[in-house]
């Protein structure tokens, strides 16, 4: 889906115009650019957050010749997926996840009695 097939699904489904949907679009994304580029977050629960990610400077090779160049440090955008968005793309991941969870407060439960006695 691209950004025009976006407008036209939003507008469709709220019945909006489709210059509408566009100008929401449009503010949408704004916002999440101009918050993330003064190094904020943007945190949607359930779909995920967007954030500035920093990458130091480094040391590369040049493949072709063998030499080696200086890696300037960038500031990326980062897109962090939730839990929900996780969910709906790997159902099957989602329920492993969820039944290792289920386990480990029950194994943390067990071994602290065993830790105290061996305290004492």
Do not use: C, W, Y
């Not at 945190?43 to 954030?51: N, R, V």
């Not at 962090?80 to 439960?109: E, S």
């Amino acid at each position: 889906m691209n950004k025009t097939e976006l407008i036209e699904h939003l507008a469709a489904k709220h019945t909006l115009t489709k210059a509408e949907a566009g100008r929401i679009v449009e503010t949408l994304l704004d916002a999440v650019v101009t918050t993330v580029k003064k190094g904020g977050v943007v945190s949607i629960p359930g779909f995920g957050s967007f954030k500035q990610h920093a990458r130091a400077a480094r040391t590369g090779v040049n493949p072709s010749t063998g030499d080696k160049i200086k890696i300037a440090a960038a500031k990326l955008p980062k897109f962090t997926p939730g839990a929900g968005f996780k969910a709906a793309v790997d159902p099957k991941a989602a329920a492993r996840k969820a039944a290792k969870a289920a386990d480990k407060p029950a194994a943390k439960a067990a071994a602290k009695p065993a830790k105290k006695a061996a305290k004492k």
